[in-house]
């Protein structure tokens, strides 16, 4: 449905006096917001490459990169933690010779 909308309105925009009066109408044959539709119509011009912004893919890659430096950043504390309690343990076993 969104990809038939954002269709029309990229289609039948000459139709129109304006690019919001093509939204307006169209947003009314489908039932939603124009509003709605426009963003729509701008995310597919990113994914189209028609406008600055982040693709969808893009996003994803993006959020999947910053779960993943989230956990190293999580292990790295962890391993750092152990790394200092095993010293301390080493310089105790030290000084009991």
Sequence with gaps: MRARAVRMVLENEAD????????????????CSPDTLRGWINKQAVEDGD???LTQSERDELKTLQRENRELKQANEILRKAS????AADLDRLRER
């Design 84 to 87: 200092a309690f095993f010293a």
């Design 51 to 53: 406008r600055d912004g």
């Design 16 to 31: 129109y006096k304006s690019r919001s009066q093509a939204i307006a109408s169209i947003a009314k044959k489908f039932g």
